[in-house]
């Protein structure tokens, strides 16, 4: 007897816990294939997935490159010990260090997610420098764990503050548009933010800090790209300070950006790099950390005191060699900037049309919409890092009903679409997001 759609959501409700949710109000699609853009439910409904997921999915979905060499790795061997060599470990990790920026080389080590990358990345500036504080900003996302969740700026770090990790001081970053620093123009709230770090570093004794850790643009948060100088100027202050500059390149790497890392776009070279997510473009779990050569060689003669069972899983390596070939054949680091000029001018007009629509922004295939109750105040449509979502699941129903799915925090809704996807799946997106925000508006007007 087949199953009804209503006992797979009773199911579902019953038995998993959701994260980042209160369980109970929770309603969402039964997801059972999808293919390229498309997301198919239970019902047979199409969803574009205009989130490429949690903006990871950068092939889009089933890519049968990717797939192929699944399936070949799963007739060939499925699970190798960390300790031991493997081929296709090998070679993943020489194509990543490749597409590193650093003359003198680099060496990966894996994990199993973005969390531990940051992690382990923390562990190793910590061991290598021989300091212990670590710098992160306040409107930033590292991870759920309680080392990743004690470096996260925002709400998501509270839960870990009773137990977290020792050693971590919050900055603020730039924001233009709710400026911080109550500046009105990029370039004078660069300067300020830098300033204000300079403090902070200042403040907390720069030879104590091991390491700063940055978004190269702000991902979960709300797709903030920082004002031209920003990450520039907080690699010199690094530099003053021997302080090593740890990108979190976990949303923003694999094309994301239009390059293959976001230090790349802006031109910024940090001394690590987390990654995950689009490595694989999601289809298995991998995160690792890409580590400049003088610093990876300090464990030549010392032992890493970091690691994990799964640590170059050899399905991951796989996923991760064919998703790094799917790129390069499909160009699809440079379709990223393609899709930045339709999608800004898709959301421009969006923008223009519907006065809740305060802020458009972003870079590459990673843009961010913000919607205001008041557009001269900027006041949020719904408190940031508040309990309630007001409005907003208005919002989201309305754009599944017109065959989109976007994911969202608060105000704040996250358009970033697989790197695959075509003008006209841009065009749709851009018309179902006209109705919902038309939804939306009425139904705060109805509210307020
Ligand atoms: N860093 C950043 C910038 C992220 O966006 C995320 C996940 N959204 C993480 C780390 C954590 O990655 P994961 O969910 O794979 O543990």
Redesign the pocket.
Known sequence: MAISVRDIKATHKRYVLTPWSAQAAIDAPVIVRASGVSLYDADGKRYIDASSG??AVNLGHGHPHVVAALKDQLDTVCYVSPSLFNDRRAELAEQLAKLAPWHEGARVFYTV??????EDAVKLARTVSGRHKVLSAYRS????SMG?GTLTGENRRWANEASGISGVVHFFAPYPYRSPFHTTDPATECRYALEHLRAIMLAEDPERIAALLI?PVV??NGVIVYPEGYLAGVRQLCDEHGILLIF?E??TGFGRLGAAFGGKRFGVVPDLM?F??GVTSAYVPL?GVIVREHLASFFDERPMWMGHTYSGHPLAMAAGIAALEAYAEGHLFARGLTIETRLRSHLRALQAKHEILGDVRGAGAFFALEFVSDREQRTPLVAWQGKSMGVMPTFFASLRKHGVYAFGRYNIVHIAPPLVATDDDLAEIAAALDSAIGDLAEAWSKAY
């Not at 997610?113 to 940051?118: I, Q």
């Not at 996302?141 to 759920?144: A, E, I, M, R, V």
Request: charged letters at 15%.
């Open positions: 949690l903006i997610g973005g969390t531990d990358a940051v996302f590292h991870g759920s990743s978004e991902g979960s979190d976990v949303m987390t995950a997510k995160g």
